[in-house]
């Protein structure tokens, strides 16, 4: 593995550069479907346990997060949607599902006419739902990290992590995720972080059928896989 091989070289860590070491991820995730996680070698660059590559398929790339693979696949250009494989383990999964099962309850919609975030119980969502807190949970944070580095981003844009549960016949009917700008505390919402740039939603469980995440106006869906995310910017490249 890469890291077997910088362990054995000491002297190869001062003369590798950023391009090198994305270059020899590449070759180890080719060869063993896998990459290494450097963080404990000494005196290794941080920005090394991070980085991504484009692969041969022009629509695909592959990135490495500190020693979880995870694969890309755009799906479109505008509004941008991509699949993810593998942005998750089955541990780190479970992990996070035995974190929300105590703390789940009925999912909530906001009534934007009222003051405040008010939730209230709506038959177009019927799931339950909970937050869990990446502060206090090293998988969960292991997670936002990961989100953040392949969006570009830094996790301080990251809302609080959601975990939703659907039983069979639960739903969440056709939404959008942004702020709409019709809605008179739009400049409310906006004015710390902003709008809603992009969602992150990532499978905890399969499902043993019937159910999928669905873009209808897109005539796009997905199956759950366990440890696949699906990724879609809610705001347009001009900010709209």
């Not at 950023?18 to 995730?29: F, G, I, K, P, R």
């Not at 995870?70 to 505008?78: D, K």
């Not at 549960?165 to 959008?176: A, D, I, N, T, V």
Request: overall charge positive; charged content about 25%; glycine content about 6%.
């Amino acid at each position: 593995s890469l890291r077997e091989a910088l362990e054995s070289r000491a002297d190869a860590l001062s003369s590798l550069d950023a391009t090198a070491v994305t270059a020899l991820y590449a070759h180890e995730a080719r060869k063993f479907g896998g990459v290494s996680d450097l963080v404990a070698l000494p005196r290794c660059p941080r920005r090394w346990q991070w980085t991504s590559w484009e692969e041969s398929e022009p629509s695909r790339a592959a990135a490495a997060c500190r020693g979880r693979l995870v694969r890309v696949t755009r799906l479109r250009p505008e509004p941008r949607v991509a699949s993810l494989a593998g942005f998750l383990s089955p541990d780190e999964a479970a992990h996070i599902v035995a974190l929300a099962r105590p703390l789940l309850k009925r999912s909530r919609v906001i009534n934007h006419a009222a003051e405040g975030d008010v939730g209230e119980l709506s038959d177009a969502r019927t799931s339950e739902s909970c937050r869990v807190p990446a502060a206090r949970d090293a998988v969960v944070r292991r997670a936002v990290q990961r989100a953040a580095f392949l969006a570009g981003l830094t996790p301080w844009h990251a809302e609080a992590v959601q975990v939703v549960r659907y039983l069979p016949g639960q739903q969440y009917r056709p939404h959008h995720d942004y702020f709409d700008p019709s809605d008179a505390r739009y400049a409310e919402k906006c004015d710390d972080r902003g709008n809603r740039l992009l969602s992150f939603f990532v499978y905890l469980s399969g499902c043993a059928g019937g159910g999928r995440t669905a873009f209808p106006e897109l005539r796009l869906s997905f199956e759950p896989e366990v440890g696949a995310a699906v990724v879609w910017y809610n705001i347009d490249r001009e900010g709209a």
